[in-house]
């Protein structure tokens, strides 16, 4: 499936089994957006609550990247095995993309807004150019593996989410995103936009509110 193809279309242009996969990309890039827009206006005294959102954020990218390494990559592999090559520049994506964040979380700890520019716009290009890269070598080969050996992948993927993931999990991928059908379960989407939905919200406001 081309990238623009599916990004143009939405999430349900994709198979059943790869919506929950794009979802968390194009949430990826929504979150990577948003810190763009607010570097440029924040000020030293609004640094320590995106700093809190950072760490919410930081914590599900590294969760995504770890499981695709650890998880989904492995089993793959055993699939379609000529994704091997392209999984371990992935990997090397990941190393990088690692580096850029390092630098994000020491500027906004640093307490200097006047620095953040500099580290925001490189995370964003990494992201980005790794996001792009990720999917062209992916969607062609997602697409020909059985759906019932994704889905197994996915769920030892979720599974392994730790607490303060699964929490905010929910309503992350449903915030200002199309709502697909198969991204998740009934049960699990009115949670998302119930239960958990207050408290993500609260966590977007030094984001959303840059001062």
Do not use: N
């Amino acid at each position: 499936m081309d990238k623009l193809l599916w990004e143009t279309k939405g999430v349900d242009a994709l198979p059943r089994h790869l919506r929950g996969f794009a979802q968390t990309h194009l949430a990826l890039r929504r979150d990577s957006r948003r810190l763009v827009a607010a570097a440029p206006l924040l000020t030293s005294a609004g640094l320590p609550r995106v700093a809190e959102w950072w760490r919410q954020f930081r914590a599900i990218v590294d969760w995504h990247h770890r499981t695709e390494d650890e998880i989904l990559w492995p089993g793959l592999i055993e699939h379609v095995p000529e994704i091997a090559a392209g999984s371990h520049r992935m990997v090397q994506d990941h190393v990088a993309l690692d580096d850029s964040m390092v630098r994000v979380t020491k500027a906004l700890d640093g307490g200097r807004a006047e620095l953040i520019g500099g580290p925001v716009d490189t995370f964003d290009t990494v992201l980005h150019r790794h996001l792009d890269e990720e999917e062209e070598l992916t969607f062609p080969v997602f697409a020909r593996v059985p759906a019932d050996v994704f889905a197994a992948l996915e769920r030892r993927v979720l599974a392994s989410a730790p607490f303060h993931v699964k929490r905010v999990l929910p309503p992350w991928l449903l915030d200002g995103l199309p709502q697909p059908d198969g991204l998740m379960p009934g049960p699990v989407r009115l949670i998302g936009l119930t239960l958990l939905a207050g408290a993500y919200r609260r966590s977007l406001t030094g984001i959303l509110e840059p001062r």
